[in-house]
């Protein structure tokens, strides 16, 4: 039973070593319409129900939409973020909280988009959360979404 723990702990330490950071990126997280509130604020509703983001909190009157963690185990969007690498093959996931500001900012409404994902990585009974980065990918979706439904 010793052994096993030992050579668990070895392969654990021997294997973060071949862990890569995530890439850093510049992304483009803002975005201006030429559009009333109204119109941008119910596209931007539409969108996270169109995306699967189920809505958390909601509050017009300060412009914010949040989430709260959302598991994308299985759904295909690994292309959203970059968590680098592990350095072993282990279960994991990728998880996602979001929050979007939408204001009116003189003749324009501007809508920033916020993103902070994890992967959420099990090695030996032991969960370990890693911060990951968004690729902009995600973004750039909910611009070219709500931009299709303001007529942008």
């Given at each position: 039973?010793?052994?096993?723990?030992?050579?668990l702990?070895?392969?654990?330490?021997a294997?973060?070593?071949?862990?890569?950071?995530?890439?850093?990126?510049?992304?483009?997280?803002?975005?201006?319409?030429?559009?009333?509130l109204?119109?941008?604020?119910?596209?931007?509703?539409?969108t996270f129900?169109?995306l699967?983001?189920?809505?958390?909190?909601m509050?017009k009157?300060?412009?914010?939409?949040?989430?709260?963690?959302?598991?994308?185990?299985?759904?295909?969007n690994?292309?959203?973020?970059?968590?680098?690498?592990?350095?072993?093959?282990?279960?994991?996931?990728?998880?996602?909280?979001?929050?979007?500001f939408?204001?009116?900012?003189g003749?324009?409404?501007?809508?920033?988009?916020?993103?902070?994902?994890?992967?959420?990585a099990?090695?030996?009974?032991?969960?370990?959360?890693?911060?990951?980065?968004?690729?902009g990918?995600?973004?750039?979706?909910?611009n070219?979404l709500?931009?299709?439904?303001?007529?942008?």
């Amino acid at each position: 039973m010793r052994k096993s723990g030992l050579l668990l702990v070895i392969l654990a330490v021997a294997c973060a070593g071949c862990a890569t950071a995530p890439a850093p990126r510049t992304i483009i997280n803002a975005f201006s319409f030429s559009t009333s509130l109204d119109t941008v604020w119910s596209a931007t509703v539409e969108t996270f129900a169109e995306l699967n983001l189920p809505i958390d909190n909601m509050e017009k009157d300060s412009g914010l939409i949040t989430t709260d963690w959302i598991n994308f185990t299985g759904t295909g969007n690994k292309e959203w973020c970059d968590c680098g690498g592990l350095g072993i093959a282990v279960e994991n996931s990728r998880r996602g909280k979001f929050n979007v500001f939408v204001k009116q900012t003189g003749a324009t409404v501007s809508v920033r988009v916020n993103c902070q994902f994890q992967q959420v990585a099990s090695l030996g009974g032991t969960v370990v959360n890693r911060e990951c980065v968004s690729t902009g990918s995600l973004e750039s979706r909910i611009n070219s979404l709500i931009a299709s439904k303001v007529g942008n």
